[in-house]
């Protein structure tokens, strides 16, 4: 029970007490002295027929007796009365019923009004005529006790009324900061820490108020700390002090983690970057001159291969640089070969390189079977024939078994024609907990496209849709078939996961797009989960935030896939809440090693 109702039952009780109380008193007073005015008021009625009846009862005139007792008994105040003589016999006798037809029954019975018997001696001189008996009627005292009792009660249900009213009002202002302070509390639990600035006047209200504030700011900075750390911890163990790209124990563990995972199906290239001559410009320059260079060169190399989203861009060491792509066309591979070899004489002609002669570029592309050491071998060796090449040179090296690669035109022409013609394929893949029972999560749809070499996965050919601006209407695509294919036989609380791409996050068009398609399946929509990659979820926050709220209202929720994968900081969480975190399976697959 809340306390609001609590102390209304407390108030009402209290209330109930004071007036049964002076309910009581006021009406056993009221009922002593109208038992006194009955009892007076018979006796006198007594006293006066005595002394006008002697006369009539001595000449035994029936007629004037009766007409005296008429007189008095019409007036509707007595009950009885009667004429009585020595030996006790009526001479005259008047009786009447009260009328109590104003008064409830069970008042009367749990009142009763005692009818007090006044009687007077009929003389003639010394001698006893006989007796007279007067009873007034109650019906009045009983009116006036009853009015008592229902005024009384009008003005307790008034005042309670009020009172009420007023305690009502007063708990909840005097409440409203407790409220705010599990406001406050369930934000806590929320990952929020918000700060009441409006203080209570009340002293007792006040410290706890103040209490929570101190609470939350003390549980934001050991969180704070926490990320601050962990953030630390992971920046020292993978990544580069100099550049800020991965080191070499990142991209040892990305490239065990893509070739050796079932899931990904990797399909991509290597390609290691040496600039010529290092230690000697560490001597020439100094080690300030050095790592400006290093710097510099692994900005622009960051910058080249943003638009081929990388798996990983690493120094390996000294002047080494790595760079782990997915499934590129046979086109966009020369292009970003020639694109690094200008970058190369770019850093002469930024004056950062005295030679023009500044490095070279070895290629690998990913087979069937391959390893990270055998990957790295022949990225290697094609490295080495490209310093015989010449002057920053790029060189990609052959491969032991023929490898299918598309040009640009043939991926755009097979992702257009398959978006044109529904040419995929959809499977449903159950997510269970880690318990005894394995309960079902849901269902993540993993999305097929059939091709001559056989069916291809998500990581073969969503890169080139990215590529060509293909990549928001596969989600489109994805999307429409699961809502139009939902099992109308399944389980009730059959939920779904939907890969979103992370470019789908800043089209405004998808968006409104997505939200009128949900509109129009509200019961499925609620069953709904999206899941964004991370990498695209920090760098498009303002966007993912608005489409979490949107979808929010319409029961879906959205998680994050891959996380942990970049160096994003771990604070931007907060501000999103997702349903859900998947832990890249780099974290995960080396638990029992690291």
Request: with cysteine.
């Amino acid at each position: 029970m809340s306390l609001l109702r609590q102390l209304t039952l407390a108030i009402l009780t209290l209330l109930l007490l004071v007036w049964v109380g002076s309910v009581a008193i006021s009406v056993a007073n009221t009922r002593r002295y109208l038992d006194r005015q009955l009892e007076s008021h018979a006796q006198d009625a007594a006293t006066s027929l005595g002394l006008s009846l002697s006369t009539s009862v001595e000449q035994d005139d029936r007629a004037t007796m009766e007409s005296l007792i008429d007189a008095m008994f019409d007036s509707g105040y007595y009950r009885s009365i009667r004429v009585l003589d020595t030996a006790g016999t009526p001479l005259v006798e008047r009786t009447q019923t009260s009328s109590l037809q104003d008064v409830p029954g069970w008042f009367v019975r749990q009142l009763p009004v005692k009818t007090p018997l006044g009687e007077a001696l009929l003389m003639s001189g010394w001698k006893r005529l006989g007796t007279i008996e007067v009873r007034s009627d109650p019906g009045y005292a009983y009116l006036e006790l009853w009015g008592t009792f229902r005024d009384s009660a009008a003005l307790f249900a008034l005042v309670a009324a009020l009172a009420l009213v007023g305690a009502m009002g007063g708990v909840r202002i005097i409440l409203k900061p407790l409220r705010s302070v599990e406001a406050q509390a369930t934000a806590i639990a929320n990952r929020d820490f918000p700060v009441q600035e409006q203080l209570p006047r009340t002293p007792e209200l006040r410290r706890v108020v103040e209490a929570m504030n101190r609470l939350s700011g003390k549980v934001q900075q050991m969180l704070a700390e926490q990320i601050t750390l962990a953030e630390t911890l992971r920046a020292q163990a993978y990544r580069d002090p100099v550049t800020g790209l991965g080191n070499r124990a990142l991209f040892d563990r990305e490239t065990a983690h893509l070739l050796g995972s079932q899931e990904l199906h990797f399909r991509g290239a290597l390609m290691l970057i040496q600039l010529r001559e290092f230690r000697a410009y560490n001597e020439q320059h100094g080690y300030a001159g050095g790592d400006e260079l290093l710097r510099q060169a692994g900005d622009a190399l960051r910058a080249e291969a943003a638009a081929f989203h990388p798996y990983c861009v690493a120094r390996l060491s000294g002047a080494d640089f790595a760079m782990l792509l997915p499934r590129t066309s046979s086109d966009d591979l020369a292009a970003l070969g020639e694109a690094l070899a200008a970058l190369l004489s770019r850093l002469h002609d930024g004056g950062l390189l005295s030679a023009f002669d500044g490095g070279h570029v070895g290629i690998a592309l990913h087979c069937e079977g391959d390893t990270p050491g055998s990957l790295l071998s022949r990225a290697d060796a094609a490295l080495r024939q490209a310093q015989t090449d010449g002057g920053n040179a790029w060189r990609l090296a052959p491969t032991t078994e023929e490898v299918r690669a598309r040009s640009a035109s043939a991926w755009r022409d097979l992702l257009t024609t398959s978006l044109q013609q529904n040419q995929w394929r959809l499977f449903a893949q159950p997510v269970r907990r880690l318990d005894g029972n394995g309960t079902t999560l849901h269902h993540e749809i993993l999305l097929r496209l059939p091709t001559d070499e056989g069916l291809l996965s998500a990581a073969d050919f969503m890169p080139m849709a990215y590529r060509h601006g293909l990549a928001t209407q596969v989600d489109k695509t994805v999307i429409g078939a699961v809502l139009d294919q939902w099992p109308t036989a399944g389980p009730a609380d059959l939920r779904v996961a939907i890969n979103l791409s992370a470019i789908s996050l800043t089209d405004v068009s998808f968006h409104a797009w997505l939200l009128q398609t949900l509109d129009r399946h509200p019961d499925r929509a609620s069953r709904l989960t999206f899941e964004v990659p991370e990498y695209g979820a920090a760098l498009h926050l303002p966007a993912l935030r608005t489409l979490i709220t949107e979808l929010a209202r319409r029961g879906s929720g959205v998680g994050l896939d891959h996380f942990g994968r970049g160096f994003n900081p771990f604070g931007y969480l907060a501000g999103i809440k997702p349903s859900y975190l998947k832990v890249d399976g780099r974290y995960v697959h080396s638990l029992p090693q690291d």
